[in-house]
Every structure is written in structure tokens, then in C-alpha cells.
């Protein structure tokens, strides 16, 4: 999703949203000042090195049981991990302290991995109302559209993913 209107302008979500239900979403382009040395255990050097200075960007303010941090991966070892759940074909999520030991066992690739705080929730069918508002332009992502905007900074991040969905809807509008 990509914000359209203020006070939400330039933010890009990554959601995940089944009809009649919760509908969830992390901001792909909200890095904080934070970095992952602050959380990663001395002993566990391997992690430190594949992430010590690696941004933590600001999901959103939710979180469930196991904590606030998450890690999302394209990596494709984890769609056989059952410590990890896809989100769409080629990205699964896991929390941070699993995502740890998945990497720290080196069950993952460090490079296909990002970790997030927190996550932007709606009741069902709220959503749909800021979709009707006009607040939100709404594309699809796969796995190499995700690590592309990845490797962006976070206002580049947001114009890349604008440009997505601006092209899916020309797109559309053509066919």
C-alpha cells in the first residue's frame, strides 16, 4: 500500500489482508535510528557482523505475544522452517528472537533478511473505509519487488513503490 493522502503521505506498507478479518501491515520506509548491535547478544558474533549495523525500521505500534520486533526474509530455506509463516509466495515472517536462532544456526541468509518493530493493524472492514477514502493506492508485491525496495533509502523506497502502482494501474486501465 502506499499512502496518497496526508498525514500518511509517503509512508509504504507491506500488508497482508484477508476479506472479513484483521488486516496487518508493516512500513517498509520508516528506518529508525536504531541499529540491530543494540539487540544482539555479544556471543552471537556471526549475527553482529551480518547485522550490527543493519537500520531497524519503525513497523508500526503493534505487537503480539512474542515481542515487537520481527523479521521478514526472502530467504527460500524458510518455507520449510516451521518457525517461520509465509506472507505471500517468496516472504515469511518470523519474530526477532526466532529469526536470531534461524540465523545464528544459519538456517537463513543474513542478506535476505530485514527486521522491523511493531505492526499497523485494522479491525475488519476498517480498512476498506480508507481504501474507499482514498487514502491508499494498493499494489501487488512479490519477493524481488519486496528486496527491491529494501535496498532503497526511505524516501527513494516510497517513490520506487509509487511508480509500482502507478504502473499497475496503467496497466489496468489499458487491458
Same mark, same amino acid.
Given at each position: 500500500?502506499?499512502?496518497?493522502?496526508?498525514?500518511?503521505?509517503?509512508?509504504?506498507?507491506?500488508?497482508?489482508?484477508?476479506?472479513?478479518?484483521?488486516?496487518?501491515?508493516?512500513?517498509?520506509?520508516?528506518?529508525?535510528?536504531?541499529?540491530?548491535?543494540?539487540?544482539?547478544?555479544?556471543?552471537?558474533?556471526? +549475527?553482529?557482523?551480518?547485522?550490527?549495523?543493519?537500520?531497524?525500521?519503525?513497523?508500526?505500534?503493534?505487537?503480539?505475544?512474542?515481542?515487537?520486533?520481527?523479521?521478514?526474509?526472502? %530467504?527460500? #530455506?524458510?518455507?520449510?522452517?516451521?518457525?517461520?509463516?509465509?506472507?505471500?509466495?517468496?516472504?515469511?515472517?518470523?519474530?526477532?528472537?526466532?529469526?536470531?536462532?534461524?540465523?545464528?544456526?544459519?538456517? +537463513?541468509?543474513?542478506?535476505?533478511?530485514?527486521?522491523?518493530?511493531?505492526?499497523?493493524?485494522?479491525?475488519?472492514? #476498517?480498512?476498506? #473505509?480508507?481504501?474507499?477514502?482514498?487514502?491508499?493506492?494498493?499494489?501487488?508485491?512479490?519477493?524481488?519487488?519486496?528486496?527491491?525496495?529494501?535496498?532503497?533509502? %526511505? #524516501?527513494?523506497?516510497?517513490?520506487?513503490?509509487?511508480?509500482?502502482?502507478?504502473?499497475?494501474?496503467?496497466?489496468?486501465?489499458?487491458?
Amino acid at each position: 500500500m502506499v499512502a496518497r493522502r496526508t498525514p500518511l503521505e509517503s509512508r509504504l506498507q507491506l500488508l497482508s489482508h484477508e476479506e472479513h478479518s484483521e488486516s496487518i501491515a508493516v512500513s517498509l520506509n520508516r528506518r529508525t535510528e536504531h541499529v540491530m548491535a543494540s539487540l544482539i547478544d555479544a556471543h552471537h558474533q556471526r +549475527l553482529s557482523d551480518a547485522f550490527g549495523s543493519a537500520p531497524i525500521r519503525l513497523g508500526g505500534g503493534g505487537a503480539d505475544g512474542e515481542g515487537r520486533l520481527y523479521l521478514l526474509t526472502t %530467504d527460500g #530455506k524458510a518455507a520449510h522452517h516451521p518457525d517461520t509463516s509465509p506472507v505471500f509466495d517468496g516472504l515469511f515472517s518470523t519474530c526477532a528472537r526466532r529469526g536470531q536462532a534461524l540465523l545464528n544456526d544459519g538456517a +537463513l541468509s543474513p542478506q535476505e533478511c530485514d527486521f522491523f518493530a511493531g505492526h499497523w493493524s485494522w479491525a475488519a472492514g #476498517k480498512l476498506q #473505509k480508507e481504501f474507499e477514502a482514498g487514502a491508499w493506492s494498493i499494489g501487488a508485491c512479490n519477493a524481488a519487488a519486496f528486496r527491491e525496495l529494501m535496498r532503497h533509502d %526511505d #524516501k527513494a523506497a516510497y517513490e520506487v513503490a509509487r511508480h509500482m502502482v502507478a504502473g499497475e494501474s496503467a496497466a489496468a486501465d489499458s487491458n
